[in-house]
């Protein structure tokens, strides 16, 4: 079994060590401002998944300056993605858009720029201008998937179709822009097979998959459900054991951005094993090495 990281990707395409830097847009998300909906995806937090990106008060230049200061505080890299992280970073005029991507991969220093949004934000107007980017530095749309299930999909307020992730992948590769795709590992009344199905589904579509726990945050809609006891978080034994088969049926190719992610440990309910983040990975490594997943080369979550 082959394990694709993300870290030895940038290795081989980029020559060295490449961080990401987390990006303030400051946009919502149809989810949220009453175009589809406006309480957003149940297991969304208050600042769009994105805690762990600078303030959207500062210009871009700055966010990308302070972060850069903050990762030579720790390590000698010089080279980085610019990565727009909380909510929709397509769901903005064009004009705006093309400012502050524009903006972020100036410097010699930005070798990619990775954009996280809905596979619904995706229009014309806006995959041109991906297209034009993409002639600059690379391009990486990161689509939120979660999952393949309506029921699923349904529950967690998703608000849009299979139908349409699968045209806004076919659009993205149609312009050459690689798809990176987001899953949830966890979701409530998914049985292991139906988390799997998932996986199977994008392995042949997707050139790169983010594999994410499912952390209960504190002031989401889903932790009333949790509280309630309609669910129950996984175990570490049980999300390796799931991960495991996750990875061994994704093709080679696709590459393996993250393996578990990191929940903010201000607003983490559960499962709290996962705040260790040393831990987990410890363990992580130690079930893969003992099920034959070949790393290339360390793990590495963004």
């Not at 076919?170 to 409530?188: D, E, F, R, S």
Request: aromatic share 8%; net charge neutral.
């Amino acid at each position: 079994m082959y394990y694709y990281s993300l870290n030895e990707y940038l290795k081989s395409t980029f020559g060295e060590k490449v961080y990401k830097i987390s990006l303030n847009g400051g946009m919502t998300c149809p989810n949220r401002d009453g175009t589809i909906d406006n309480r957003g995806c149940i297991f969304c937090s208050r600042g769009g998944s994105g805690e762990f990106a600078a303030s959207a008060v500062l210009d871009i230049q700055s966010q990308i300056e302070q972060a850069k200061q903050k990762i030579k505080a720790k390590s000698d890299c010089c080279k980085f993605i610019a990565y727009f992280q909380p909510f929709t970073n397509t769901y903005a005029s064009v004009e705006y858009l093309e400012k502050i991507f524009t903006q972020a991969i100036e410097g010699d220093e930005i070798v990619a720029l990775s954009i996280a949004t809905r596979p619904d934000c995706l229009g014309d107007d806006v995959l041109a201008l991906l297209e034009k980017l993409n002639k600059i530095k690379p391009v990486w749309v990161e689509l939120g998937l979660q999952t393949i299930h309506k029921q699923t999909a349904d529950y967690i307020r998703r608000g849009y179709e299979l139908d349409v992730y699968d045209s806004a992948v076919k659009n993205l590769h149609k312009i050459g822009i690689n798809v990176i795709t987001h899953i949830i590992l966890g979701l409530p009344n998914e049985s292991k097979e139906m988390m799997l199905e998932t996986v199977k589904y994008i392995g042949n579509r997707t050139d790169g998959v983010k594999l994410q726990l499912l952390h209960i945050l504190k002031d989401t809609d889903m932790l009333d459900d949790y509280n309630d006891g309609k669910f129950n978080a996984l175990s570490l034994e049980e999300y390796i054991d799931i991960l495991c088969d996750c990875i061994e049926i994704l093709p080679p190719n696709v590459v393996i951005h993250r393996i578990t992610g990191d929940g903010d440990k201000k607003l983490l309910v559960s499962p709290m094993w996962s705040a260790n983040k040393r831990n987990v990975l410890n363990t992580i490594n130690k079930i893969f090495s003992q099920r034959n997943i070949m790393q290339g080369k360390k793990l590495a979550v963004d």
